[in-house]
């Protein structure tokens, strides 16, 4: 019974005693070399998950993500060479040192608990063995918090050096076997440095993922503040072009030797360069801060009607012919005077894609089968070619010489927000065509929670 007991206190580290039944030599070498590579894999199974825990940096991630290797590296020890592989040491360090005083807390006290749920130990022993590891771990947070990667994994290999050295000969020290160093300890002590060496290769492996991470943010952040310059510097180009017409207007209004004919023209060209760039700051406030939406259901038939006796003066006066064709009645379910900012948005570019006129089309149909309404705006202008429709939708990006690109990517945005899509059709000197598929209206969408 003694030799039973002075077994299970030499492995109380691993767990209870039933680790080790006596099996066949073959058995044997499979039973070790299998739970061998699971612990190997549970160590680096952090890795995986590692990505999505540092991008939240909540400390309750980082110590379920370390917990679950320390729990099971402690349910399946592994004896190699009559000594311990003892794995557990690297989650418990590694957790405590990437979570915080918080996360080594709860690891440390997680490890306590479960000792001695396996049983076959004395948990004051084993609470007291780990304290001197506990309190190195938290005065190293800091230090490790601002070091490179080879001091941590330095420091990484110090403590799990540490926690080896520690545990088992402070326990065997109150237990009464204080003879436990020389007599188990320096014979192990390449394995200790093996599980060391493991515990090195996790944390490179987790800093490689979390620079990967830094560097995928530093370069999303940077392509938000291009888009903003770019979106500033073109919405400063095209306010400055009407503010400087209206400027020279202006002063001309102020010749006391100008005729009424010609006040009258200047300002109506006043006025027009005024509403462009109020136009343009529109686009760019719809964009920047999207309104509080009205949604309704929207009656097609009605909505086109109404666009297009909004577009006839215009296109007329571009010697546009203009077409409608309505097959069937629809209803869809979105904000009735953005849909229709959408609408006027993408004709009016069409309109301007005929400069020597054309014939402007726009027609929709419902598709019963797959509860669709498909809008289709066409125009017989200069087309695009594949580059240019790739890009089309960039919020600095503009086929036209005088153009911001913002109102097409608004007109993007607000589709996406209906829950449709765009597709574009286009081949250079044939025109271009629009097709917007946006979902039929049910009662289901009225009430669907967030409209």
Same mark, same amino acid.
């Given at each position: %019974? ?5 077994? =299970? ?38 890795? %995986? ?7 939240? @940096? @909540? ?5 379920l993500l370390f917990l679950v290797p320390l729990i099971i590296t402690m349910s399946f020890p592994v004896k190699v060479f009559n000594t311990v592989l003892d794995l557990r040491g690297i989650p418990l360090v590694a957790g405590s040192l990437y979570g915080g005083l918080y996360s080594a807390l709860l690891l440390f006290a997680s490890?306590? *608990? ?30 490790? =918090? ?6 941590? %994994? ?10 080896? *050295?520690?545990?088992? =000969? ?27 060496? %493991? ?15 830094? *560097? ?52 109506? !060209? ?61 209803? !869809? ?37 797959? =509860? ?71 009662? @289901? ?7």
């Amino acid at each position: %019974m003694r030799k039973n007991l002075q077994f =299970n206190e030499k492995e109380f580290i691993l767990g209870p005693e039933n680790a080790y039944l006596p099996q066949s030599k073959g058995l044997q070498g499979m039973h070790i070399e299998s739970n061998l590579i699971l612990n190997v894999f549970i160590i680096l199974l952090p890795i %995986m998950f590692y990505r999505f825990v540092c991008k939240s @940096k @909540k400390t309750v991630l980082y110590f379920l993500l370390f917990l679950v290797p320390l729990i099971i590296t402690m349910s399946f020890p592994v004896k190699v060479f009559n000594t311990v592989l003892d794995l557990r040491g690297i989650p418990l360090v590694a957790g405590s040192l990437y979570g915080g005083l918080y996360s080594a807390l709860l690891l440390f006290a997680s490890a306590i *608990i479960y000792r001695q749920v396996l049983g076959d130990i004395h948990i004051v022993y084993y609470a007291l063995s780990l304290a001197p590891t506990l309190v190195l771990v938290c005065l190293a947070i800091p230090v490790f =918090n601002r070091a490179s990667l080879l001091k941590r %994994m330095l420091i990484v290999f110090g403590l799990c050096f540490f926690l080896r *050295i520690t545990v088992l =000969n402070i326990y065997y020290l109150l237990n009464g076997s204080p003879s436990y160093f020389l007599d188990s300890f320096v014979p192990s002590l390449p394995i200790v440095l093996m599980q060391c060496a %493991m515990s090195v290769l996790l944390v490179y492996i987790l800093e490689t993922v979390r620079r990967d991470v830094k *560097i995928q943010e530093g370069m999303i952040e940077a392509e938000k503040l291009k888009v903003v310059s770019e979106i500033a510097a073109s919405v400063a180009h095209e306010v400055r072009n009407p503010l400087t017409t209206v400027r020279g207007f202006v002063q001309l209004l102020g010749e006391p030797s100008l005729t009424d004919q010609k006040r009258k023209e200047f300002s109506l !060209i006043t006025l027009v360069e005024l509403d462009r760039a109020g136009s343009i700051i529109s686009d760019y406030l719809s964009l920047a801060k999207p309104q509080n939406q009205k949604l309704e259901p929207i009656s097609l038939n009605e909505e086109f009607l109404e666009t297009s006796h909004v577009l006839s003066s215009y296109a007329n006066l571009q010697n546009v012919k203009m077409v409608t064709e309505f097959h069937s009645s629809g209803i !869809i379910y979105g904000d009735k005077s953005k849909l229709r900012q959408a609408i006027i948005n993408l004709c009016k570019n069409a309109v301007e894609a005929m400069p020597d006129g054309g014939t402007l089309t726009i027609k929709y149909f419902v598709d019963e089968s797959d =509860n669709k309404a498909r809008i289709y705006i066409s125009d017989t202008g200069v087309g695009m070619t594949k580059e240019q429709v790739k890009r089309l939708g960039s919020p600095y990006y503009s086929t036209k010489l005088k153009g911001t690109g913002l109102g097409t990517m608004v007109t993007f945005n607000i589709i996406r927000e209906m829950n449709g899509q765009i597709s574009i059709e286009s081949k250079e000197g044939e025109g271009t065509t629009f097709i917007i598929t946006l979902p039929l209206y049910t009662k @289901k969408e009225e009430a669907a929670p967030g409209k």
